[in-house]
């Protein structure tokens, strides 16, 4: 016979609101905690969410979509998320769009029929009409990252245009004159200020005519084919790469071409290289507050599904 609620309240000694508030992500004392963990453990329950969906209309899970599931940021982002999200009560469930709008509304579609509660996407499509079957049923979503045309949708995202201008006026108060930049499709929401950025440093140091930009694709092997192809045919001065697998990819170009980045040239990368600086001391990089966008993504899914507005916010990147 299953092990119910009551079954645990009476191994407890707690009452079965305790042990309610306690899964509902509700405020019980620690040693309390401490108890209903030990006697779920004990007596091997398991709770019946399914049931519990069908009764409240709430699943307690939420829906998480990414373009590039082996994407360093994506996998970072998850982590957080998750266990914010875990920490009030909800689960998350994860699908992997492989950068396909297709996917990607298939999966919502997938989503919305296991009953989530909420949506969190890094949306491949920014006009959001992939998200519009969510809407249609009352499902909140928030877009972390990239913006999307739907005013409906809540947004997570950093400052990418101003701190990626702020990243090549460092260079260029370094000395840089000649700088390029490898940016991802810069229709993507994210590539696309970012190199607004670039252009805006470069164009108020006066330095227009050497604007110059390749597409390294999202990837290791995009950032080392664009960075190879920068270097051969027209040496920089500089590189500012704009996300963290393109970061990668440069760097190895360049010691494949015996140039030291952050040595021989100045090098300005994106999101978290403290994993290339022990190879390359002098490089630089926008490190973007990725627990934080995490942790404020799961804390306005549940804002919106307790009936709270949309809501955009902005987070600051750091150089360093």
Do not use: W
Not at 29 to 53: S, T, V
Not at 175 to 195: H, P, Q, S, W
Request: net charge neutral; glycine share 10%.
């Amino acid at each position: 016979m299953s092990v119910t609620i009551k079954d645990l309240a009476k191994e407890t000694g707690l009452t079965p609101a305790t042990i309610s508030a306690y899964f509902n992500g509700g405020n019980v004392r620690d040693y309390n905690k401490a108890k209903i963990e030990e006697a779920i453990e004990k007596l091997g329950y398991i709770r019946n969410d399914f049931a519990r969906g069908l009764r409240t209309h709430k699943s307690r899970t939420i829906g998480v979509l990414l373009p590039e599931i082996a994407n360093k940021f994506s996998t970072s982002i998850i982590s957080e998320t998750e266990e914010s999200l875990r920490m009030k009560g909800y689960g998350i469930i994860v699908c992997d769009c492989r950068s396909s709008v297709k996917r990607e509304k298939e999966a919502i579609r997938f989503l919305l029929s296991k009953m989530v509660d909420g949506l969190i996407v890094i949306p491949e499509d920014t006009s959001a009409n992939a998200c519009l079957a969510a809407a249609q049923n009352g499902v909140p979503v928030v877009a972390v990252d990239r913006r999307t045309g739907n005013p409906a949708l809540s947004h997570v995202v950093i400052n990418n245009r101003e701190a990626s201008k702020n990243a090549v006026n460092m260079l260029i108060e370094r000395g840089a004159k000649e700088i390029a930049a490898i940016c991802g499709d810069l229709n993507v929401y994210t590539a696309g200020e970012r190199f607004a950025g670039y252009c805006e440093a470069m164009k108020e140091a006066g330095l227009e005519e050497n604007i110059t930009y390749a597409n390294g694709a999202f990837s290791v092997q995009g950032g080392y084919d664009a960075a190879k192809k920068v270097l051969e045919g027209n040496p920089a001065q500089a590189l500012f790469v704009s996300n963290y697998e393109m970061s990668v990819g440069a760097v190895m170009a360049a010691k494949d071409m015996g140039i030291i980045a952050g040595g021989d040239i100045g090098f300005m990368g994106f999101d978290d290289i403290d994993y290339i600086k022990p190879f390359c001391p002098g490089i630089l990089g926008v490190r973007q507050p990725i627990k934080e966008l995490g942790r404020v993504a799961a804390e306005t899914i549940i804002s919106m599904i307790d009936g709270g507005p949309a809501r955009n916010i902005v987070l600051n990147a750091e150089i360093r």
